[in-house]
Protein backbone atom coordinates (compact mmCIF):
# COMPACT_ATOMS: atom_id res chain seq x y z
CA UNK A 1 0.00 0.00 0.00
CA UNK A 2 1.31 3.78 -0.57
CA UNK A 3 0.17 6.61 0.88
CA UNK A 4 -0.32 10.27 0.35
CA UNK A 5 -0.31 13.05 2.68
CA UNK A 6 -1.93 16.22 2.47
CA UNK A 7 -2.67 18.65 5.03
CA UNK A 8 -4.94 21.77 4.79
CA UNK A 9 -3.48 24.60 7.12
CA UNK A 10 -6.40 26.87 6.82
CA UNK A 11 -8.74 24.40 8.39
CA UNK A 12 -6.07 22.29 10.46
CA UNK A 13 -7.16 19.63 8.38
CA UNK A 14 -5.02 16.29 7.46
CA UNK A 15 -5.52 13.86 5.19
CA UNK A 16 -3.96 10.91 4.65
CA UNK A 17 -4.82 9.00 1.04
CA UNK A 18 -4.13 5.05 -0.07
CA UNK A 19 -3.68 2.96 -3.08
CA UNK A 20 -2.66 -0.27 -4.20
CA UNK A 21 -0.38 -0.83 -7.51
CA UNK A 22 -3.53 0.34 -9.82
CA UNK A 23 -1.99 2.87 -11.14
CA UNK A 24 1.73 4.71 -11.59
CA UNK A 25 2.07 7.41 -9.10
CA UNK A 26 2.64 10.80 -10.56
CA UNK A 27 1.44 13.85 -11.83
CA UNK A 28 -2.45 12.17 -12.80
CA UNK A 29 -2.03 10.53 -9.36
CA UNK A 30 -1.36 13.51 -7.38
CA UNK A 31 -4.18 15.92 -9.57
CA UNK A 32 -6.82 13.37 -8.74
CA UNK A 33 -5.85 13.30 -5.07
CA UNK A 34 -6.30 17.59 -4.75
CA UNK A 35 -9.09 17.08 -6.95
CA UNK A 36 -10.77 15.06 -4.43
CA UNK A 37 -9.78 17.24 -1.63
CA UNK A 38 -11.07 20.40 -3.10
CA UNK A 39 -14.53 18.53 -4.02
CA UNK A 40 -14.96 17.04 -1.01
CA UNK A 41 -14.27 20.38 0.76
CA UNK A 42 -16.42 22.32 -1.58
CA UNK A 43 -19.29 19.96 -0.62
CA UNK A 44 -19.10 21.10 3.16
CA UNK A 45 -18.04 24.91 2.41
CA UNK A 46 -20.46 27.66 1.99
CA UNK A 47 -19.72 29.98 -0.82
CA UNK A 48 -18.88 33.12 1.25
CA UNK A 49 -15.85 31.33 3.03
CA UNK A 50 -14.49 30.12 0.20
CA UNK A 51 -10.85 31.61 0.00
CA UNK A 52 -10.19 33.09 -3.29
CA UNK A 53 -6.13 32.22 -3.30
CA UNK A 54 -5.14 28.95 -3.10
CA UNK A 55 -0.96 28.52 -1.62
CA UNK A 56 0.25 25.10 -2.47
CA UNK A 57 3.26 23.54 -1.17
CA UNK A 58 4.95 20.87 -2.66
CA UNK A 59 7.93 18.77 -2.62
CA UNK A 60 10.70 19.96 -5.80
CA UNK A 61 9.63 16.84 -7.80
CA UNK A 62 8.77 17.35 -11.19
CA UNK A 63 7.66 13.83 -11.58
CA UNK A 64 4.92 14.31 -9.17
CA UNK A 65 4.29 18.28 -8.40
CA UNK A 66 6.42 20.54 -10.37
CA UNK A 67 5.12 19.83 -14.23
CA UNK A 68 2.78 21.19 -17.07
CA UNK A 69 0.13 18.75 -15.86
CA UNK A 70 -0.48 20.13 -12.43
CA UNK A 71 -0.19 23.53 -13.69
CA UNK A 72 -2.60 23.25 -15.96
CA UNK A 73 -5.27 21.38 -13.66
CA UNK A 74 -4.73 24.40 -11.08
CA UNK A 75 -5.10 26.64 -14.40
CA UNK A 76 -8.50 25.12 -14.56
CA UNK A 77 -9.83 25.67 -11.13
CA UNK A 78 -8.90 29.54 -11.74
CA UNK A 79 -10.17 29.57 -15.19
CA UNK A 80 -13.46 28.15 -13.74
CA UNK A 81 -13.83 29.86 -10.92
CA UNK A 82 -12.63 27.97 -8.01
CA UNK A 83 -10.06 30.30 -7.28
CA UNK A 84 -8.50 33.52 -8.09
CA UNK A 85 -5.26 33.10 -7.71
CA UNK A 86 -2.79 29.70 -7.43
CA UNK A 87 0.56 29.76 -5.73
CA UNK A 88 2.99 26.70 -5.77
CA UNK A 89 5.47 26.67 -3.54
CA UNK A 90 9.01 24.32 -3.01
CA UNK A 91 10.31 25.73 0.14
CA UNK A 92 14.04 26.44 0.26
CA UNK A 93 16.05 23.24 1.01
CA UNK A 94 15.89 22.05 4.75
CA UNK A 95 12.77 23.39 5.40
CA UNK A 96 10.49 21.72 3.24
CA UNK A 97 9.35 18.79 4.99
CA UNK A 98 8.92 20.05 8.64
CA UNK A 99 5.31 19.30 9.14
CA UNK A 100 4.45 16.82 6.40
CA UNK A 101 6.99 14.54 7.87
CA UNK A 102 6.21 14.60 10.89
CA UNK A 103 2.82 13.44 10.48
CA UNK A 104 4.58 10.28 8.36
CA UNK A 105 6.90 9.84 11.37
CA UNK A 106 4.45 8.77 13.92
CA UNK A 107 2.74 6.34 11.36
CA UNK A 108 6.35 4.98 10.54
CA UNK A 109 7.34 5.01 14.36
CA UNK A 110 3.52 2.91 15.41
CA UNK A 111 3.87 0.73 12.11
CA UNK A 112 6.72 -1.03 13.05
CA UNK A 113 5.37 -1.44 16.55
CA UNK A 114 2.30 -3.03 15.70
CA UNK A 115 2.46 -3.24 11.71
CA UNK A 116 -0.95 -3.28 9.73
CA UNK A 117 -2.77 -6.42 8.90
CA UNK A 118 -5.06 -4.70 5.76
CA UNK A 119 -5.79 -1.28 4.26
CA UNK A 120 -9.35 -2.17 6.44
CA UNK A 121 -7.32 -1.59 9.82
CA UNK A 122 -6.11 1.85 8.78
CA UNK A 123 -8.67 3.71 10.88
CA UNK A 124 -8.41 1.79 14.14
CA UNK A 125 -4.57 2.23 14.01
CA UNK A 126 -5.07 6.00 13.28
CA UNK A 127 -6.63 5.91 16.86
CA UNK A 128 -3.71 4.39 18.37
CA UNK A 129 -0.96 5.83 16.67
CA UNK A 130 -2.08 9.71 16.72
CA UNK A 131 -3.27 10.10 20.44
CA UNK A 132 -4.29 13.47 19.77
CA UNK A 133 -7.31 13.96 17.65
CA UNK A 134 -6.17 17.58 16.94
CA UNK A 135 -2.93 16.24 14.38
CA UNK A 136 -4.89 12.48 13.67
CA UNK A 137 -5.49 12.34 9.90
CA UNK A 138 -8.37 10.92 8.31
CA UNK A 139 -7.57 7.72 5.75
CA UNK A 140 -9.12 7.32 2.57
CA UNK A 141 -8.46 4.87 -0.14
CA UNK A 142 -8.48 6.30 -3.46
CA UNK A 143 -10.76 4.26 -6.14
CA UNK A 144 -10.27 6.12 -9.07
CA UNK A 145 -7.48 7.63 -10.77
CA UNK A 146 -8.42 10.51 -13.90
CA UNK A 147 -5.57 10.78 -16.50
CA UNK A 148 -5.16 14.35 -16.14
CA UNK A 149 -1.66 14.18 -18.29
CA UNK A 150 -3.44 13.30 -21.41
CA UNK A 151 -6.54 15.19 -21.53
CA UNK A 152 -5.05 18.50 -20.60
CA UNK A 153 -2.21 17.89 -23.30
CA UNK A 154 -4.85 18.73 -25.57
CA UNK A 155 -5.81 22.04 -24.49
CA UNK A 156 -2.38 23.67 -23.07
CA UNK A 157 0.66 25.23 -24.77
CA UNK A 158 4.14 24.01 -24.49
CA UNK A 159 5.96 24.76 -21.66
CA UNK A 160 9.93 24.28 -20.83
CA UNK A 161 12.89 25.81 -19.13
CA UNK A 162 11.17 26.09 -15.69
CA UNK A 163 12.77 22.69 -13.98
CA UNK A 164 15.11 24.93 -11.55
CA UNK A 165 12.45 27.68 -10.54
CA UNK A 166 10.50 27.06 -7.39
CA UNK A 167 7.79 29.41 -7.05
CA UNK A 168 4.88 29.50 -9.87
CA UNK A 169 1.61 32.23 -9.79
CA UNK A 170 -1.22 31.79 -11.79
CA UNK A 171 -4.09 34.32 -12.26
CA UNK A 172 -6.83 35.02 -14.95
CA UNK A 173 -5.32 37.72 -17.35
CA UNK A 174 -9.16 39.68 -16.92
CA UNK A 175 -11.98 39.49 -14.36
CA UNK A 176 -13.89 37.69 -17.26
CA UNK A 177 -15.40 34.99 -18.55
CA UNK A 178 -13.01 35.30 -21.70
CA UNK A 179 -10.04 35.33 -20.09
CA UNK A 180 -7.23 32.93 -20.14
CA UNK A 181 -4.74 31.72 -17.24
CA UNK A 182 -1.71 33.44 -16.90
CA UNK A 183 1.81 32.01 -15.50
CA UNK A 184 4.29 33.49 -13.38
CA UNK A 185 7.05 32.32 -11.63
CA UNK A 186 10.47 32.78 -9.45
CA UNK A 187 13.48 31.09 -8.38
CA UNK A 188 12.31 30.90 -4.76
CA UNK A 189 9.64 31.76 -2.57
CA UNK A 190 12.18 34.37 -0.99
CA UNK A 191 12.40 36.78 -3.87
CA UNK A 192 10.25 39.36 -4.43
CA UNK A 193 9.97 39.96 -8.27
CA UNK A 194 7.71 37.71 -10.31
CA UNK A 195 9.03 36.61 -13.95
CA UNK A 196 6.69 36.58 -16.58
CA UNK A 197 7.04 36.19 -20.28
CA UNK A 198 9.84 38.49 -21.46
CA UNK A 199 11.49 38.98 -17.60
CA UNK A 200 10.35 40.52 -14.60
CA UNK A 201 7.44 42.53 -14.52
CA UNK A 202 6.11 41.47 -17.89
CA UNK A 203 2.89 39.64 -18.61
CA UNK A 204 2.63 36.30 -17.37
CA UNK A 205 3.01 32.84 -20.00
CA UNK A 206 -0.92 32.36 -21.45
CA UNK A 207 -1.31 28.76 -20.19
CA UNK A 208 -4.00 27.65 -22.38
CA UNK A 209 -5.05 27.77 -26.23
CA UNK A 210 -8.90 26.35 -25.72
CA UNK A 211 -10.33 25.07 -22.65
CA UNK A 212 -11.76 21.55 -22.26
CA UNK A 213 -15.84 20.54 -21.42
CA UNK A 214 -15.76 20.55 -17.59
CA UNK A 215 -19.72 19.26 -18.18
CA UNK A 216 -17.54 15.77 -18.82
CA UNK A 217 -14.81 14.17 -17.01
CA UNK A 218 -10.87 13.02 -18.28
CA UNK A 219 -10.45 9.66 -19.59
CA UNK A 220 -9.98 7.08 -16.25
CA UNK A 221 -6.95 5.77 -16.49
CA UNK A 222 -7.99 1.61 -16.39
CA UNK A 223 -6.60 -0.35 -12.63
CA UNK A 224 -4.14 -2.94 -13.36
CA UNK A 225 -4.59 -5.97 -11.36
CA UNK A 226 -2.34 -6.95 -8.63
CA UNK A 227 0.60 -9.28 -8.68
CA UNK A 228 -1.40 -12.31 -8.35
CA UNK A 229 1.94 -14.66 -7.31
CA UNK A 230 2.64 -12.43 -4.52
CA UNK A 231 -0.66 -12.59 -3.24
CA UNK A 232 -0.91 -16.20 -3.31
CA UNK A 233 2.93 -16.12 -1.70
CA UNK A 234 0.88 -14.09 1.09
CA UNK A 235 -1.67 -16.37 1.62
CA UNK A 236 0.80 -19.08 1.71
CA UNK A 237 2.57 -18.07 4.51
CA UNK A 238 0.95 -19.33 7.60
CA UNK A 239 2.93 -16.92 9.82
CA UNK A 240 1.32 -14.16 8.43
CA UNK A 241 -2.56 -15.76 7.74
CA UNK A 242 -2.12 -17.31 11.50
CA UNK A 243 -2.28 -13.57 12.60
CA UNK A 244 -4.84 -12.41 10.66
CA UNK A 245 -8.58 -11.65 12.04
CA UNK A 246 -11.59 -13.05 10.04
CA UNK A 247 -12.30 -9.87 8.17
CA UNK A 248 -8.59 -9.23 7.25
CA UNK A 249 -8.57 -12.50 5.64
CA UNK A 250 -11.51 -12.17 3.87
CA UNK A 251 -10.50 -9.01 2.58
CA UNK A 252 -7.18 -10.39 1.04
CA UNK A 253 -9.01 -13.98 -0.19
CA UNK A 254 -11.56 -11.55 -2.08
CA UNK A 255 -8.30 -9.65 -3.20
CA UNK A 256 -7.17 -12.86 -4.66
CA UNK A 257 -9.99 -13.70 -6.45
CA UNK A 258 -10.33 -10.04 -8.02
CA UNK A 259 -7.74 -7.78 -7.42
CA UNK A 260 -9.84 -4.44 -8.03
CA UNK A 261 -13.23 -5.80 -5.96
CA UNK A 262 -13.01 -2.94 -3.08
CA UNK A 263 -12.87 -0.17 -6.02
CA UNK A 264 -16.79 0.37 -5.69
CA UNK A 265 -16.59 4.09 -5.84
CA UNK A 266 -17.63 5.47 -9.57
CA UNK A 267 -15.82 8.84 -10.54
CA UNK A 268 -17.80 11.89 -10.57
CA UNK A 269 -20.02 12.31 -13.35
CA UNK A 270 -18.71 15.68 -13.73
CA UNK A 271 -15.18 17.62 -13.67
CA UNK A 272 -15.78 20.63 -12.10
CA UNK A 273 -19.29 22.86 -10.97
CA UNK A 274 -18.57 26.39 -12.17
CA UNK A 275 -17.35 28.16 -8.93
CA UNK A 276 -20.00 31.11 -7.64
CA UNK A 277 -17.38 34.11 -8.10
CA UNK A 278 -14.00 35.51 -9.07
CA UNK A 279 -15.51 35.36 -12.50
CA UNK A 280 -17.26 38.96 -13.49
CA UNK A 281 -18.69 38.64 -16.83
CA UNK A 282 -17.56 41.99 -18.51
CA UNK A 283 -16.69 43.37 -21.74
CA UNK A 284 -12.81 43.40 -22.94
CA UNK A 285 -10.96 46.39 -21.67
CA UNK A 286 -11.32 49.87 -23.03
CA UNK A 287 -8.33 52.40 -23.49
CA UNK A 288 -8.92 56.04 -23.29
CA UNK A 289 -8.54 58.01 -26.66
CA UNK A 290 -5.35 59.30 -25.80
CA UNK A 291 -3.36 55.87 -24.60
CA UNK A 292 -1.85 53.44 -26.88
CA UNK A 293 -2.28 49.83 -26.63
CA UNK A 294 0.99 47.92 -27.00
CA UNK A 295 1.40 44.80 -26.91
CA UNK A 296 4.65 42.58 -27.58
CA UNK A 297 5.64 39.23 -27.02
CA UNK A 298 9.04 37.13 -28.11
CA UNK A 299 6.92 33.77 -28.34
CA UNK A 300 5.00 33.81 -31.13
CA UNK A 301 2.05 31.31 -29.74
CA UNK A 302 1.92 33.08 -26.68
CA UNK A 303 1.24 36.30 -28.73
CA UNK A 304 -1.56 34.41 -30.89
CA UNK A 305 -3.54 33.26 -27.45
CA UNK A 306 -3.19 37.27 -26.69
CA UNK A 307 -3.85 39.41 -29.36
CA UNK A 308 -5.00 36.39 -32.17
CA UNK A 309 -7.03 37.39 -35.42
CA UNK A 310 -10.24 36.60 -35.95
CA UNK A 311 -12.90 37.58 -38.45
CA UNK A 312 -14.54 39.93 -35.89
CA UNK A 313 -10.79 42.29 -35.98
CA UNK A 314 -11.85 43.16 -39.84
CA UNK A 315 -11.79 47.06 -40.29
CA UNK A 316 -8.97 46.96 -36.78
CA UNK A 317 -5.71 48.64 -37.53
CA UNK A 318 -2.90 46.69 -36.40
CA UNK A 319 1.01 46.86 -36.83
CA UNK A 320 2.86 44.14 -37.77
CA UNK A 321 6.50 43.37 -38.25
CA UNK A 322 6.77 43.79 -42.12
CA UNK A 323 8.89 45.79 -43.87
CA UNK A 324 7.33 48.52 -45.70
CA UNK A 325 7.66 51.87 -47.72
CA UNK A 326 11.80 52.80 -45.96
CA UNK A 327 9.82 51.82 -42.19
CA UNK A 328 10.39 48.55 -40.98
CA UNK A 329 6.79 47.65 -40.07
CA UNK A 330 3.76 48.21 -41.58
CA UNK A 331 0.72 49.70 -40.33
CA UNK A 332 -2.74 48.55 -42.48
CA UNK A 333 -6.20 47.71 -41.97
CA UNK A 334 -7.17 44.47 -41.73
CA UNK A 335 -10.23 43.78 -44.68
CA UNK A 336 -9.56 39.70 -44.87
CA UNK A 337 -8.87 36.60 -42.62
CA UNK A 338 -7.89 33.25 -43.52
CA UNK A 339 -6.94 30.49 -41.62
CA UNK A 340 -3.15 31.65 -40.62
CA UNK A 341 -2.74 34.73 -42.60
CA UNK A 342 -4.91 38.01 -42.84
CA UNK A 343 -4.91 40.60 -45.78
CA UNK A 344 -4.69 44.44 -45.46
CA UNK A 345 -4.55 47.58 -47.22
CA UNK A 346 -1.22 49.05 -45.64
CA UNK A 347 -0.80 53.00 -45.01
CA UNK A 348 1.88 54.85 -45.90
CA UNK A 349 3.03 58.33 -45.81
CA UNK A 350 3.43 61.02 -48.34
CA UNK A 351 7.01 62.18 -48.81
CA UNK A 352 9.72 61.45 -46.15
CA UNK A 353 8.64 59.47 -43.13
CA UNK A 354 7.48 61.66 -40.09
CA UNK A 355 5.67 60.87 -37.08
CA UNK A 356 3.58 64.31 -36.83
CA UNK A 357 2.55 63.66 -40.53
CA UNK A 358 -0.66 61.89 -40.90
CA UNK A 359 -0.83 58.29 -42.69
CA UNK A 360 -3.17 57.61 -45.54
CA UNK A 361 -4.42 54.14 -47.00
CA UNK A 362 -3.14 53.01 -50.44
CA UNK A 363 -6.18 50.90 -51.57
CA UNK A 364 -4.50 49.63 -54.54
CA UNK A 365 -1.65 47.75 -52.30
CA UNK A 366 -2.36 44.86 -50.64
CA UNK A 367 0.03 42.83 -47.68
CA UNK A 368 -1.12 38.96 -46.70
CA UNK A 369 0.13 38.88 -43.31
CA UNK A 370 0.90 36.24 -41.25
CA UNK A 371 -0.55 36.05 -37.83
CA UNK A 372 2.62 35.75 -35.59
CA UNK A 373 3.94 39.07 -37.42
CA UNK A 374 1.38 40.85 -35.36
CA UNK A 375 2.73 43.17 -33.02
CA UNK A 376 -0.74 45.07 -32.23
CA UNK A 377 -4.25 45.80 -33.06
CA UNK A 378 -7.41 47.62 -32.79
CA UNK A 379 -4.62 50.79 -32.28
CA UNK A 380 -6.25 53.93 -30.46
CA UNK A 381 -4.01 56.82 -31.92
CA UNK A 382 -3.52 60.36 -30.09
CA UNK A 383 -5.10 62.41 -32.95
CA UNK A 384 -7.37 60.83 -35.57
CA UNK A 385 -4.74 59.22 -38.39
CA UNK A 386 -1.35 60.29 -36.69
CA UNK A 387 0.74 57.84 -35.52
CA UNK A 388 2.91 58.87 -31.94
CA UNK A 389 6.47 59.01 -31.37
CA UNK A 390 6.49 56.80 -28.86
CA UNK A 391 5.18 54.13 -31.04
CA UNK A 392 8.07 54.13 -32.82
CA UNK A 393 10.37 54.35 -30.01
CA UNK A 394 8.45 51.07 -28.26
CA UNK A 395 8.49 49.45 -31.34
CA UNK A 396 12.39 50.08 -31.69
CA UNK A 397 13.28 48.53 -28.30
CA UNK A 398 11.50 45.59 -28.63
CA UNK A 399 12.83 44.73 -32.18
CA UNK A 400 16.22 46.08 -31.26
CA UNK A 401 16.35 48.71 -34.23
Known amino acids: MHIHGLINHGLHQRVLYGSLDHWPHGADYVCTILHDYFSTLRQSTPPDEWPHTLFLQVDNCWKENKNTTVLRYMGLLIKFGWFKNVHINSLPVGHTHEDIDQMFSTWNVHYWMTGLQSPIAVPSFLEWAYADPQYRPSFKMLHYCFNFKQWLKEYGVFLSGHSSFRSFKMHLDQLQHSSNVALLYKECSLQ ?157 QRGQLNFGDPWIEIPSLVLSISKDKVIAKRIDFTQKNILKRKWQTLLKLHFNL
Open 192 to 348: QDWIGLNGINSPGIILFHSFPDITQIPPLIAPQELNQDLLETLLGTTSITNHLDEDNMEWYLQLLGNSTFYLTNVAPSHLLIIGPHYLVPAQPPTFPSHVNHFISTDTVQQHLLRFGIVESDIDSIIIADVPFANFPFSIGRIFKVEELIFSCHPFS
